[in-house]
């Protein structure tokens, strides 16, 4: 199983990025697959997660209304849509996946992912 996160890159606070994790080698259809960060000296965080096919979607307080997570499970794609970004969203972003169904108790816990792909660089300059 491999995802192959990409969509990073340099933007300007303010401004957009999508980024884009496709998953190989089995689905994920009724999975929880999401978006993790990790900003350098600190620890991975939670950004958002969704079980897909109008299950439940769970986000970070800190990206609330501004992110927007979604997926194609015909592509096995997940997506994250960045938008009003500040330089506080600067980190790298690695996408996972969650091996078994239904929903842990925690679905921002990083230890309910069993899959993850490399990570994207999201840079936010002031």
């Known amino acids: 199983v491999q995802l192959q996160a990409s969509g990073g890159g340099l933007v300007q606070a303010g401004g957009s990025l999508r980024l884009s994790c496709t998953a190989s080698?089995?689905?994920?259809?009724?999975?929880?697959m999401g978006w993790f960060r990790q900003a350098p000296g600190k620890e991975r965080e939670f950004v958002a997660t969704?079980?897909?096919?109008?299950?439940?979607?769970y986000y970070a307080d800190s990206v609330k209304g501004r992110f927007t997570i979604s997926r194609d499970n015909a592509k096995n794609t997940l997506y994250l849509q960045m938008n009003s970004l500040n330089p506080e969203d600067t980190a790298v972003y690695y996408c996972a996946a969650r091996d078994s169904g239904g929903t842990p108790a925690r679905p921002g816990k990083t230890s309910n992912y069993d899959y993850w792909g490399q990570g994207t660089q999201v840079t936010v300059s002031s």
């Open positions: 080698g089995r689905t994920f259809s009724t999975n929880f």
């Open positions: 969704t079980r897909g096919s109008g299950g439940s979607t």
